[in-house]
């Protein structure tokens, strides 16, 4: 039952004590509607827990997603880095060679 409807029900029942029904019927319709929004609350309330529930479960999800993602990243700059040491160690034996050889033609032009 909605609160809506509950809420319906309630005035149907004021109404028809106003109109001079018995107190023992106002009674029993009061019980009837307080019943039926302690279940309403009560399906509310499962509701809201099972979302706070699924709504922890993706949480818990993005936050394995990131660090996944986190670790992915560190070893791929990890390997960034290895190259790069690799690179200019070959970029400067090269500069090394190449100035050797610059010396030598030097050398060689002095002598001359």
């Not at 029900?9 to 929004?37: H, I, P």
């Not at 190259?83 to 033609?105: C, P, Y």
């Amino acid at each position: 039952m909605s609160g809506r409807l509950a809420a319906g029900r309630l005035g149907e029942y004021r109404e028809r004590v106003v109109l001079g029904d018995r107190k023992e019927y106002c009674t029993a319709c009061y019980d009837s509607v307080a019943v039926d929004l302690i279940q309403l609350l009560d399906k509310r309330n499962e509701e809201r827990d099972h979302i706070s529930d699924i709504i922890r479960q993706e949480f818990a999800d993005k936050i394995v997603a990131t660090d996944e993602e986190n670790k992915r990243i560190k070893t791929e700059i990890a390997e960034l880095k290895a190259r790069h040491r690799l690179e200019v160690e070959r970029t400067k034996a090269e500069v090394d060679v190449v100035a050797k050889a610059k010396d030598d033609e030097m050398e060689e032009v002095h002598k001359r």
